[in-house]
């Protein structure tokens, strides 16, 4: 039986998380760009490879491990609880899911990229063939389980993981681009910023996972995760050890903040909606806002917000309770930013 874990719970002592062995990062000190990117792939490089079966038989159920109860793991997309045992090809069931899709490189269920542990997750069965091998990026449509809701959005290009595990879809992601260069006969994985890249050995969007990573930085839970993974491969996800990393590489950068000159994060929820829509921005560097609503003839609503704001998350909720079922449009804009996201009120 799958249960909701409530987000307080899941947030372990951070003294649970070990640090990496000493001296595991050596020689990356002051490195930038591409040579910090080599650095880390000749440290990570050629880890102690398992067999498909055994994430299923004994790496999974340890290192996504269910902190309230061992029997059972932690699915990722959905953060749903399920036993151990529940694993299968079933709906309700658990299976493997690789957050690097297979196609986006033509990898099987072979070492070293089709048994990674540090981008193979339990999840879902069903939730798993929704999300199928689509790119990651802000999707369209809420996707309703039927063990329930989500919290995860698609549309026919890409998946909108659940808030609370986006920047640890995004490490995945860094960790498989950094990890796999094409050296002793491995595919060569990059990071793009675009959708729709299968079959090529390609996987985005990079600015919106790079949103996610500043959005949703390493918790207890992911970090923990990563040592348990380092006990099976010898090899660690080292943007979960050092965050300040991305910067280092994608923006030639040592600052280690959310500072940087991507668009802003965006998001509605629920979606469809009845009566009230939350409706969040995360704003990397303190900017003008303005949040307009419009019908689905494009005529104007109502105007949420008209200010300047500093950095971090804005939120606000927006009452429809006098208006008719029906598409709505909320335009988002900033200086020499602006986007628009659809809603759907249904009464």
Known sequence: MKYYICSLLLILSAALAADPPEGYYDGTEGLMGTQLHTALHDIIDDHVEHSYNALRDYILPYTDQDTLNSDNVILLYTGWSLPIADFGGAVSEWNREHVWAKSHGGFDNDPPCGTDAHH????????????????????????????????????????????????????????????????????????????????????????????????????????????????????????????????????????????????????????????????????????????????????????IINTDLPAGYWKSSWNSLDLPSGIYFIRFETPGFSQTKKAVLLK
Not at 171 to 193: A, H, T, W
Not at 278 to 286: E, F, G, I, N, T
Request: hydrophobic share 35%.
């Open 120 to 303: 193979i997750r339990p999840t879902d069965v069903s939730v798993n063939a929704r999300r199928g091998n689509l790119d990651f990026d802000e999707g369209g449509n809420l996707y309703i389980d039927p063990d329930g809701d989500t919290g995860c959005y698609y549309d026919s290009d890409s998946w909108e993981p659940r808030d609370e595990v986006k920047g640890d879809v995004a490490r995945m992601i860094f960790y498989m681009d950094v990890r796999y260069e094409g050296d002793s006969g491995e595919l060569d994985l990059e990071m793009v910023d675009e959708v729709n890249t299968s079959p090529a050995p390609e996987f985005g969007k990079m600015s919106t996972l790079l949103a996610w990573h500043f959005l949703d930085p390493p918790d207890a839970w992911e970090m923990r995760r990563n040592d348990r993974v380092f006990e099976f491969q010898e090899n660690r996800n080292p943007f979960i050890d050092h965050p300040e990393f991305v910067s280092r590489i994608w923006f030639n950068t040592a600052h280690d903040d959310n500072v940087i000159t991507y668009a802003p994060e965006i998001s509605l929820f629920p979606n469809p909606f009845n009566p009230s829509l939350m409706l969040s921005c995360y704003l990397p560097q303190a900017s003008f806002l303005q949040v307009k609503i419009y019908n689905q003839k494009g005529q104007f609503i109502e105007q």
